[in-house]
């Protein structure tokens, strides 16, 4: 059974740093691999996917990367900015096209 | 519509009531989840739909929960004899086909059972 682990489960750096946020996960048999962020009282929003075969994929200040053999994905956040606070969720799609979430990890930038 | 859209964004029922909850996808998109986020837990998949069937429903609770879509398109899920345990917030998604491909998700439904 597939198990997304996040890590850690929060943090909170001074804006500016650049952070990274991890992501595992247990079956490497995955379509792909994606980033959310989730504001509260909001939906989901759409990062990053990154497909099986891809190692990394890059928006603007992110930068995602992906070891299907290891079962590890990165988040890297450059310069953060407040506006950058929220939750961050990774998800995989199974072999059984579902979507299996992380708990994500909460993310506080102080000015 | 440029989004996902879910209606209605919040829902207050009486235990035992009957719900609906309605998802328009981007149009376009074939595929279609329905996912619940209980207070304090992770995103949970119910069931989705490529085009207007549902290969694996093996997500949903209970058979109190049963979702349809018609025409490739809007989809209703449906809560009957509701429970307090099923206040959650609801989301829906969109994807272009079901594999390798964004999904996009709407504002959600919070539902709330008393």
């Known amino acids: 059974k597939q198990e997304v682990t996040q890590i850690p489960a929060a943090l909170s750096v001074p804006e500016g740093e650049n952070l990274v946020l991890n992501c595992s996960f247990t079956d490497s048999a995955i379509y792909n691999l994606q980033w959310f962020r989730q504001d509260p009282g909001k939906g989901l929003t759409s990062l990053l996917l990154?497909?099986?075969s891809q190692r990394e994929q890059t928006s603007g200040r992110l930068n995602a990367s992906l070891d299907k053999s290891s079962g590890r994905s990165t988040l890297y956040i450059a310069a953060s900015q407040p506006g950058d606070s929220a939750t961050y969720l990774c998800a995989v799609t199974d072999s059984n096209y579902q979507l299996i979430w992380g708990a994500g990890t909460k993310l506080i930038i102080k000015p | 519509g440029a989004g996902v859209s879910q209606s209605p964004s919040n829902k207050v029922t009486e235990k035992g009531k009957d719900v609906e909850l309605r998802c328009d996808p981007i149009?376009?998109?074939?595929?279609l989840y329905w996912y619940r986020q209980s207070l304090g837990q992770g995103l949970e998949f119910l069931i989705y739909f490529q085009g207007n069937s549902a290969p694996d429903k093996s997500g949903l609770p209970s058979d109190r929960f049963s979702a349809e879509r018609t025409g490739g398109s809007v989809s209703t899920l449906t809560i009957q004899r509701t429970q307090q345990e099923d206040s959650a917030v609801y989301l829906c998604?969109?994807?272009?086909?079901?594999?390798?491909?964004?999904?996009?998700f709407g504002q959600g439904t919070r539902l709330t059972v008393v």
């Open positions: 149009s376009g998109h074939t595929a």
């Open positions: 990154i497909q099986s």
């Open positions: 998604a969109s994807s272009l086909v079901v594999v390798n491909t964004e999904a996009f």
